[in-house]
């Protein structure tokens, strides 16, 4: 069965920094791409960043560029995003989805989502 | 950007009845890369339709998806009381992804 559990959500203040991670099993990891996709407190749902199989491909969104950062570690079946400079537009459910291919695809699989809040 | 716009953003309906549901992007969608999500409360969004017009794994056959280019529709054929949800559009034929806004389907 594939399961995707997020963590690392919490309260930050504005400026500051969190780490999500994703444990992924029950598929093999290294094929597939992993996302990250948020969504706000009753909003609809913002694709944030991808990185592919292989790593060799990243995309953000333009409301992330420049202040998150993906990666994965196979060996772990692991993903993370790096948020730093954080605002509170970022409040949101943040959760990992795996892609449908090893570049990237659609979202076949998703995680429950860990709750980020960025608050003073 | 390839902005997606679903309509309606509420559709009230009775079980049994049929639903449609519309999803347009501002540019064309590269190889009609096109997925529909439902996503009940409390619950992550789960896949229902990709490349426009393909069921997913385990969607009932009353879900349907057609449409090409920059004009998509989900039809939902006899409404079960469980298909009460919302409901968006999500492109990935380009670098950036883009989800519609999302479309309720209420009782």
């Known amino acids: 069965e594939v399961q995707l559990v997020e963590s690392g959500g919490g309260l930050v203040k504005p400026g500051e920094s969190l780490r999500l991670a994703c444990a992924a099993s029950g598929f093999t990891f290294r094929s597939f791409a992993i996302n990250w996709v948020r969504q706000a407190p009753g909003k609809g749902l913002e694709w944030v960043s991808s990185i592919s199989a292989s790593s060799a491909h990243i995309y953000y969104a333009d409301s992330v560029k420049g202040r998150f950062t993906i990666s994965r570690e196979s060996a772990e079946n692991s993903a993370f995003l790096q948020m730093n400079s954080l605002r509170a537009e970022d409040t949101a459910l943040y959760y990992c989805?795996?892609?449908?291919?090893?570049?990237?695809?659609?979202?076949?699989?998703w995680g429950r989502g860990t709750l980020v809040t960025v608050s003073s | 950007e390839n902005v997606l716009t679903q309509s309606p953003g509420t559709l009230s309906l009775s079980p049994g009845e049929r639903a449609t549901l519309s999803c347009r992007a501002s540019?064309?969608?590269?190889?009609?890369?096109l997925a529909w999500y439902q996503q009940k409360p409390g619950q992550p969004p789960r896949l229902l339709i990709d490349?426009?017009?393909s069921r997913a794994t385990g969607i009932p056959d009353r879900f349907s998806g057609s449409g090409s280019g920059t004009d998509f529709t989900l039809t939902i054929s006899r409404l079960e009381p469980e298909d009460f949800a919302v409901y968006y559009c999500q492109q990935y034929g380009s670098s950036s992804y883009t989800f519609g806004q999302g479309t309720k389907l209420e009782v």
């Open positions: 540019q064309s969608v590269n190889n009609n890369y």
């Open positions: 989805v795996r892609g449908s291919w090893g570049s990237r695809g659609y979202f076949d699989f």
């Open positions: 490349g426009a017009s």
